[in-house]
């Protein structure tokens, strides 16, 4: 049996962390049967969510995820794709997963307003006492690791331009496509799916929202993908 250890429901989003999505919606593509544990932060080997327990072998991060499902499992994430296909597939899934996910960080986590309403739930488990310790001392951390990516040494402005472009980008690849490569799901709708329904969370307020909807094609792939792998949510 496989456990998915992820993070949780949250902002009306399937999981807080868009990599926890990707990993679910890759291990639902590949049709595997797995359960969930929302309660492992505290023993992710690599100190990340997600991870997988796979009959007790243990596999973190998304991308190595996805490489076990296709060694063991002998799953094709790149069904028909050509090489040159499947190669714009990996670059595009990864402009998403370092880049895009940092403007996410960002717009959470450092944005006053956001984080309130947001990330600070996390801590919410935290004794009374030294709650509001802990929750200072790993917003800073978070925001030290913005910077020390590259992307937090930008203003807002200068991130939106970046993201703008980013988010045309995405559009432009899947163009009227049904899904992100063609007409046939891939592994990087996992990853693509997770990242524009995470950045384009109305829970939050940002620029991104509109950068998103103002892209009828993406916005309209991220509603249908939703609505497949995830039909409960609102
Ligand atoms: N490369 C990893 C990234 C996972 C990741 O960054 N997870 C974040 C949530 S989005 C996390 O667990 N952060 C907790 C922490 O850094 O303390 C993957 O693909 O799984």
Not at 69 to 91: N, V
Not at 117 to 144: C, E, H, N, Y
Request: overall charge neutral; charged content about 25%.
């Amino acid at each position: 049996m496989i456990t998915l250890y992820r993070f949780g429901t949250h902002f009306g989003l399937h999981d807080a962390s868009p990599f926890c999505i990707k990993a679910e919606v890759l291990l639902k593509i590949a049709g595997l049967d797995f359960e969930t544990d929302l309660g492992g932060f505290n023993k992710a080997p690599k100190g990340k969510q997600p991870y997988i327990s796979d009959d007790g072998e243990i596999v973190a991060d998304s991308t190595f995820i996805r490489l076990h499902i296709e060694k063991k499992y002998g799953f094709d994430f790149d069904p028909g794709l050509d090489a040159r296909t499947a190669a714009q597939a990996w670059a595009t899934e990864k402009m998403c997963e370092d880049h895009l996910y940092w403007v996410i960080v960002h717009e959470r986590w450092h944005n006053d307003k956001n984080f309130n309403s947001g990330p600070r739930i996390f801590f919410d488990a935290a004794p009374a006492l030294i709650r509001p310790l802990v929750t200072k001392m790993v917003r800073k951390q978070v925001l030290k690791g913005i910077k020390a990516h590259g992307l937090g040494r930008h203003s807002d402005g200068e991130i939106y331009v970046l993201a703008e472009r980013a988010i045309a980008a995405l559009a432009g690849i899947l163009g009227d496509r049904k899904y992100i490569m063609g007409d046939k799901i891939c592994g990087a709708d996992a990853s693509v799916f997770a990242f524009v329904d995470s950045i384009s969370c109305k829970h939050f307020e940002t620029p991104v929202i509109a950068m998103v909807e103002r892209h009828k094609n993406l916005a309209a792939y991220r509603d249908r993908l939703r609505g497949e792998w995830f039909p409960d949510l609102d």
